[in-house]
């Protein structure tokens, strides 16, 4: 089971970090990533991290401005978001997966999900 939090109203270019705790299961063989959201949009790729937090992959819009990281005693993978713009607004989810070892963007990857947060950036 997969938990995200953190979500929340904040204006453009502050920062927010979401968590998102797993149980029930062996996190650390997980690849984690993280999805966003709109009702305008399909879900998409933000950031994933392989099982040992090692390489990391994100996608072009957030690239220097949001890191993901992990913590595999604590079974929870972070993202920490900097310099948010309202282009950022989203439902926020978290997943992942035993099935691969490198961070893949690809939502059909991912097994598992979260029930999503909502980060909401005023302009």
């Known amino acids: 089971q997969l938990q995200a939090s953190g979500g929340g109203l904040v204006q453009a270019g502050s920062s927010l970090r979401l968590s998102c705790s797993v149980s029930?299961?062996?996190?650390?063989?997980?690849?984690m990533a993280w999805f966003r959201q709109t009702p305008e949009k399909a879900r998409e790729f933000v950031a994933a991290?392989?099982?040992?937090?090692?390489?990391?992959k994100y996608a072009d819009s957030v690239k220097g401005r949001f890191t993901i990281s992990r913590d595999n005693a604590k079974n929870t993978v972070y993202i920490q978001m900097n310099s948010l713009e309202p282009e950022d607004a989203a439902v926020y989810y978290c997943?992942?997966?035993?099935?691969?070892?490198?961070?893949?963007?690809?939502?059909?990857?991912?097994?598992?999900w979260g029930q999503g947060t909502l980060v909401t950036v005023s302009s």
């Open positions: 991290i392989s099982r040992n937090g090692g390489p990391t």
């Open positions: 997943a992942g997966t035993p099935h691969t070892t490198v961070p893949t963007t690809s939502r059909w990857e991912y097994v598992f």
């Open positions: 029930g299961g062996t996190f650390n063989i997980y690849t």
